[in-house]
């Protein structure tokens, strides 16, 4: 889990092709569910039902097992999410990048502007900064491992999940961090 263009998707299908498992990208599940990009549906529908619907992908998403899930950006951002993602007793990661990275990555993604529409009545661009701040509490109650992936390799931070993922114990709720700086 983790902010857009944090890496989620990217880590997860790398984590899942050396764990030769499938990968479920939650965005991916809702375009195929609701036959529309996440854009047209808060464009058609409005946030406040996207969110609503987000909700529903995510349950049918944990019934998924043997799998590495990436979820959506903005599904931490209700109560009931981060509980039943936590009642799933899976290992998450939040991988977590610099507010200048994202808008830097956002920026050289073509499909910014249709996949990943502004929700704050800015610009997508500008909105960065204040969600991962909104947001980041949040990531921080669910994730048992944060990893910053600023300056860093697919391979290093598939690496750094990797050991962690083997060494997860989940009767352990104590989150842990690697990335320098940020609070556990």
């Known amino acids: 889990m983790g902010y857009r263009a944090s890496g989620k998707t990217t ?3 790398a984590v899942a092709r050396y764990l030769k498992c499938p990968v479920v990208d939650a965005d991916v599940v809702f375009e195929q569910k609701y036959e529309c990009s996440v854009g047209t549906f808060i464009q058609d529908h409005g946030e406040a039902s ?4 987000e909700t529903s992908v995510l349950r049918e998403v944990l019934q998924v097992s043997d799998a590495v899930l990436s979820t959506g950006g903005g599904v931490i951002l209700r109560e009931e999410n981060r509980l039943m993602i936590r009642d799933a007793g899976i290992p998450v990661v939040w991988v ?3 507010a200048k990275e994202i808008r830097r990555r956002l ?5 910014t502007a249709s996949r ?6 800015k610009d997508v661009y500008s909105e960065v900064e204040q969600a991962l ?7 921080d109650e669910v994730a048992g491992k944060r990893i910053d992936t600023d300056g860093k390799t697919v391979a290093a ?7 962690w993922l083997f060494t997860y114990d989940k009767s352990s709720s104590q989150s842990d961090d690697l990335s320098a700086g940020a609070k556990s």
């Open 96 to 98: 977590s990048a610099s």
């Open 11 to 13: 880590i997860a299908e």
């Open 133 to 139: 701040a909104d947001r980041e509490m949040h990531y």
């Open 116 to 121: 990943r529409p502004a929700l704050q009545g």
């Open 50 to 53: 996207f969110r609503d619907a």
């Open 157 to 163: 931070i598939v690496e750094i999940v990797l050991k």
């Open 107 to 111: 920026a050289l993604d073509e499909t």
